[in-house]
């Protein structure tokens, strides 16, 4: 059993991932901003751990997530605008790594973004920035001294999930569904012995644990 502390607790890909680390036996954490969420942070099996990202210390961090083993960075910003990306998906990576740190914890995934992001869309400055800012973020954890996992995943969606995948370093961009992504980050949990690398994830023909045994 893995004690996981999710940052972003809340969010469409938390909550379907900490369904499945507690149906795995795992004790998942979540972090969440507004009361309210506790009810449904429970009701998948994590126990709910009220919290401002924007407002934390690196030291109230810490505390919080002490006597975890992993630590699953799934917070963002959500087209929020400009100075909340760079408050939660910028600052508030940096400080849940800090944090981790500090906390004596020695894992850390990162769900990130694919860099070929709707690349054939009209582009803003907020989406310029949130593609900078997330790089920023991937290059701040991969400096860090924590074991991490980047993961890259293409245009989400709300499709049933298939656990086929494809995934790996470099791959044609595409969609992926967030129940996959959910799986494929608790499998990464189920593999402590994945560091220090970046996957690219699409839905593909591959099944997730394959995937992980290659």
């Known amino acids: ?22 149906e ?8 969440h901003r507004k009361p309210e969420q506790a009810a449904t942070i429970t009701a998948q099996g994590a ?3 009220l919290g401002d990202l924007t407002k ?3 030291d109230e961090l810490a505390g919080k997530i002490a006597g975890s083993d992993v630590v699953v960075f799934s917070a963002g910003a959500g087209g929020a605008g400009l100075e ?5 998906d910028g600052k508030g990576l940096e400080l849940a790594v800090d944090a981790a740190q500090k906390a004596g914890v020695k894992r850390f995934l990162l769900v990130s973004v694919f860099p070929d992001a709707l690349r054939d869309d009209e582009r803003n400055a907020g989406f310029e920035n949130y593609m ?8 701040y954890l991969a400096a860090s001294a924590l074991g991490w996992v980047i993961v890259r ?5 709300d499709d049933t999930g298939t656990g086929l995948v494809s995934a790996g370093a470099a791959i044609p961009y595409g969609e992926v569904t967030r129940d996959d992504v959910a799986a494929f980050l608790a499998e990464l949990v189920d ?7 970046i996957l690219e994830l699409t839905s593909g023909s591959t099944p997730i644990q394959a995937v992980m045994l290659r």
């Open 191 to 197: 593999h402590p012995a994945t560091n220090n690398v």
């Open 56 to 58: 934390l210390t690196v």
């Open 47 to 49: 126990a709910p751990v």
């Open 153 to 157: 995943p293409g245009t989400l969606t």
């Open 24 to 31: 795995r036996g795992h004790a998942p954490s979540a972090l």
């Open 132 to 139: 900078r800012v997330k790089k920023q973020s991937d290059v």
């Open 1 to 22: 059993m893995a004690k996981v502390f999710i940052v972003g607790g809340a969010g469409k890909i938390a909550i379907r991932l900490s369904k499945i680390l507690a």
């Open 84 to 88: 909340v990306t760079n408050a939660i």
